[in-house]
């Protein structure tokens, strides 16, 4: 319930301000604070907002002074980013039944995006527009997961046996959480026993022995309530073993020979997995020390290792054995597998091979060739040609190897494929490279065959641009530097009677424009005109759009008129590419940008002077109780009594505020009153140095230690209506304190 004597005082500064007549005279709104719920058991106010689904209803309440606002004003509750700035401020709530009234809350609910330690409130009025000073930092989070997190090796969801895992000296490991979806949304508390960590990710990456958990970051005071403490990880040192092989590092090996490869530990019950290659053949299997390789398999040969892991030992694994195939012939193309057979013309085909002692028999179609029993071929015939390779000597002699299969086509038509060769973005290079890339023969099917190198020679080219043909444009390859180049590019081939042409590729570059943008402010005034934006270059004929926060607000405008905060940039359409000017942010205008370095409320003493100095606008105005101008300086020097107004501009914003003057009251603490309702000395008054401070306490006691009376901001209204008094002359104490500490005593002689 508010009290009466604070709606007099809004009475009281209602009927003062009615004869300030400066058509700058604007509403005074305060802070909002945060107020407690009427809903909830107690009376206190929030200090932290801890937000969910199952909770989220929360007050502040906020007051401001007349004259009255417009019949069509709406107040409006908005809440800042995480950092407390208000660039683009959250809506909370909007009342419009609010405009007689002016001392309420606003209700409000805690957006779902909401998580930070230092989000500021204010309130906005429409009409007039006005914006109050931000509140005191609060933290907020909405806490949208509030249920223990787990954390495993890597998160991959499997908890180790009594949440232990070992450490190897030297190593690292990373925990991470395995059940929270999102988890790059959130910022999160690692801990090592009870000492907090610095990571704020869901992983964190362990090189010390000790005992680990985690929980979400919903700040200092919402982090307790969400219950998200995950279980716990213990990481303990292991014990290094040497891991390694027996045998040679190279062993040589034919088909159907025997090898076993062992392993320098065994016997203590710890699984062992084989490896070849890198890849697992064999466990993970408990002692299999041993493992013997298969020669009957054509791949037998590679890199084994041996890995063991469990007990007390940490995981290890072995430098590799290498086991060579001896018998192993290989054999090499020394030319395409694909090769065009133009009419007329004959092609050589040749392999190599690692044999000792080789034979060789190719093979047309897989038919022998009579008499070609060397390693190259001469062919005039299109066909599938390939040559055995058979190893005489060594000792793993008489294993046939097939070279790859060569198709010698005669083709019925061509392809050309041309590609951007090096690097290149679209609209964003300033300089590309169009280059033939591949020629595909294609048989009576369409079967495609690439035959780049065998023919890319043979061909004679000329570029194609727009469908117009480029003079000089003669060879695979064409560079571009300019963006009046842009356009559709072609490649077209002939060889012999064979014409062929390239898919088409669009070249986009850079254009070298440059736009840019001003505007004749940067801070947009509630109410006031609006600010204007123009390009450095003539938009007439061109094709354009106005952007707001990266969104196109408008394509038809040479200049733009700016109602609405946000970024704003020019995006402009030249040679099929977009150019964009710099940022221009426009905000919305904050009127707590204007500091006085004293109170609203001045008292000073009579005869002498005080200063008020103000700052953060771009010039000043003072004014007296009749309108008339005192001064245009940042500071003014009050003499006398009386109500006064500061005008400060911002650009084309302005601020008003009301400096009240009252002289420091000389008089002392009076120690008799006569409460007999003459209307003379029957309240206790006290000089305005103690009385209506909202930081002095006043209290009264009776003669026997009672406390009888207790106001901060003390209106000078003892005793109350209420008060009663047993004896025509009563003795009261009283005490005055400011923040505990005590200001003055004595006592207060009551006659009646």
């Known amino acids: 319930m508010k009290k009466v004597s604070s709606i007099r005082s809004i009475l009281f500064s209602t009927l003062m301000l009615c004869f300030l007549v400066h058509s700058t005279t604007a509403q005074v709104l305060n802070q909002p604070v945060a107020a407690d719920n009427p809903n909830l058991a107690g009376n206190s106010a929030w200090t932290a907002a801890c937000a969910s689904d199952s909770f989220n209803e929360y007050f502040v309440n906020f007051t401001w002074s007349p004259p009255l606002v417009d019949s069509n004003n709406e107040f409006v509750l908005e809440l800042s980013d995480a950092d407390g700035n208000f660039g683009s401020p959250i809506e909370l709530a909007r009342l419009a039944d609010k405009n007689t009234i002016f001392d309420f809350e606003f209700q409000f609910a805690v957006p779902n995006t909401v998580r930070g330690e230092n989000y500021r409130m204010r309130v906005r009025s429409t009409s007039p527009a006005k914006t109050s000073p931000a509140s005191d930092p609060y933290p907020m989070h909405y806490v949208d997961y509030d249920s223990p997190l787990l954390i495993s090796r890597d998160g991959n969801g499997i908890i180790p046996p009594g949440g232990n895992i070992q450490l190897c000296a030297g190593e690292s490991l990373v925990l991470a959480t395995h059940n929270i979806p999102n988890a790059e949304t959130y910022q999160f508390n690692w801990y090592r026993s009870t000492s907090p960590l610095s990571e704020k990710s869901n992983e964190l990456t362990i090189t010390t022995p000790g005992t680990y958990w985690v929980e979400l970051d919903y700040g200092a005071v919402c982090s307790g309530s969400a219950n ?442 009076p120690n008799v009153i006569t409460a007999n309702g003459d209307g003379i000395n029957d309240l206790w008054v006290l000089p305005n140095s103690y009385s209506r401070d909202p930081e002095v306490l006043v209290t009264i006691f009776d003669e026997k230690g009672k406390e009888v009376f207790s106001q901060a901001n003390y209106e000078n209204n003892w005793p109350q209506s209420s008060t009663s008094f047993s004896q025509q002359n009563m003795i009261f104490y009283y005490r005055l304190t400011r923040a505990g500490r005590n200001l003055k005593q004595g006592t207060i002689t009551v006659i009646r």
Do not use: H
């Open 228 to 669: 998200t403490l995950s279980n716990t990880i213990t990481i303990s040192n292991g014990t290094s073993l040497g891991i390694a092989l027996n045998e040679p590092s190279t062993i040589s090996l034919c088909a159907g020979d025997s090898q076993t490869l062992s392993a320098n530990v065994s016997g203590m019950g710890l699984n062992y997995t084989w490896y070849k290659d890198g890849a697992i053949v064999s466990g993970p299997t408990v002692d299999a020390d041993t493992f013997t390789i298969d020669t009957s398999l054509s791949d037998f040969g590679g890199d084994y290792q041996v890995e063991i892991s469990g007990g007390s030992a940490c995981t290890e694994r072995s430098t590799a054995v290498t086991i060579q195939n001896a018998g192993s012939t290989q054999v090499t193309l020394n030319n395409p597998e694909n090769i065009v057979l133009l009419p007329g013309n004959d092609e050589t085909l040749s392999v190599s091979t690692n044999a000792v002692t080789p034979t060789y028999q190719w093979f047309k179609d897989n038919v022998l060739i009579p008499g070609a029993t060397t390693a190259s071929l001469t062919v005039s015939d299109i066909g599938d040609y390939k040559v055995t390779v058979t190893e005489t000597g060594g000792s793993c002699a008489g294993t046939p190897v097939d070279s790859p299969i060569i198709n010698v086509v005669l083709p019925a038509s061509f392809e050309l494929e041309i590609a951007f060769d090096g690097s290149y973005t679209e609209c964003q290079s300033s300089s590309a490279t169009v280059a033939l890339e591949s020629i595909y023969a294609l048989d009576g099917s369409g079967n495609r065959t690439d035959v780049t190198s065998s023919v890319e020679n043979n061909f004679s080219y000329q570029w194609v641009y727009d469908s117009n043909t480029l003079g000089g444009a003669t060879t695979g390859s064409l560079n571009l530097n300019d963006a009046n180049d842009n356009g559709e590019y072609q490649l077209t081939g002939t060889l012999g009677a064979f014409n062929a042409t390239s898919n088409g590729l669009t070249v986009r570059l850079a254009t070298t424009d440059v736009v840019t943008l001003s505007s004749t402010e940067t801070i947009l005034c509630e109410g006031g005109a609006p600010i204007i934006l123009t390009s450095s270059l003539d938009l007439s004929g061109e094709t354009f759009e106005w952007l707001r926060d990266g969104n196109s607000v408008d394509t038809s405008s040479g200049s733009f008129s700016v109602t609405n905060p946000g970024t704003y940039q020019l995006r402009l359409s030249r040679n099929n590419c977009a150019t964009v000017s710099n940022e221009i942010e426009i905000r919305r205008f904050d009127d707590s940008l204007l500091v006085l370095d004293q109170p609203n409320d001045l008292i000073i003493i009579e005869g002498e002077t005080q200063t008020v100095n103000a700052s953060g606008a771009t010039s000043y105005e003072w004014f007296d109780a009749n309108n008339t101008s005192l001064s245009n300086q940042s500071s003014f020097a009050f003499q006398l009594e009386g109500q006064y107004l500061l005008l400060a501009n911002f650009g084309n914003c302005s601020v008003s505020r009301v400096i009240t003057v009252t002289y420091r009251d000389n008089f002392a603490i």
